[in-house]
Nanobody, 122 residues
Framework: QVQLVESGGGLVQPGGSLRLSCAAS????????MGWHRQAPGKQRELVAA???????AYANSVKGRFTISIDNNKNTVYLQMNSLKPEDTAVYYC????????????????WGQGTQVTVSS
């Protein structure tokens, strides 16, 4: 069984910063990529940032230059440093991972955390 547990959300003023963490645990053989998605009320879930095991990254245009994703492969943990936060960044942030459960197994990308609320408001 695999678990992804997020932490680090909260309430912050516009222009402030937050750092999200997501740790994967359980019967994991390998993780090849992790990412952060977000869903605001009344909107579809969208990809915010993703990172491969080798360190290649991708960002949504709306967060480029403000957010930084990083990964600690030894800890199976992904981080999202969010700076210069705006009210439109308010959403529930979800962690996602591509995980193989055994050697030679295919990577499955349907592992999700429970979500952490980020609210940007004065």
């Amino acid at each position: 069984q695999v678990q992804l547990v997020e932490s680090g959300g909260g309430l912050v003023q516009p222009g402030g910063s937050l750092r999200l963490s997501c740790a994967a645990s359980g019967s994991i053989f390998s993780i090849n990529a992790m990412g952060w998605h977000r869903q605001a009320p009344g909107k579809q879930r969208e990809l915010v940032a993703a990172i491969t095991r080798g360190g290649s990254t991708a960002y949504a245009n709306s967060v480029k230059g403000r957010f930084t994703i990083s990964i600690d492969n030894n800890k199976n943990t992904v981080y999202l440093q969010m700076n210069s936060l705006k009210p439109e960044d308010t959403a529930v942030y979800y962690c996602n991972a591509g995980i193989a459960l055994f050697k030679g197994g295919t990577y499955q990308y349907d592992y999700w955390g429970q979500g952490t609320q980020v609210t940007v408001s004065s």
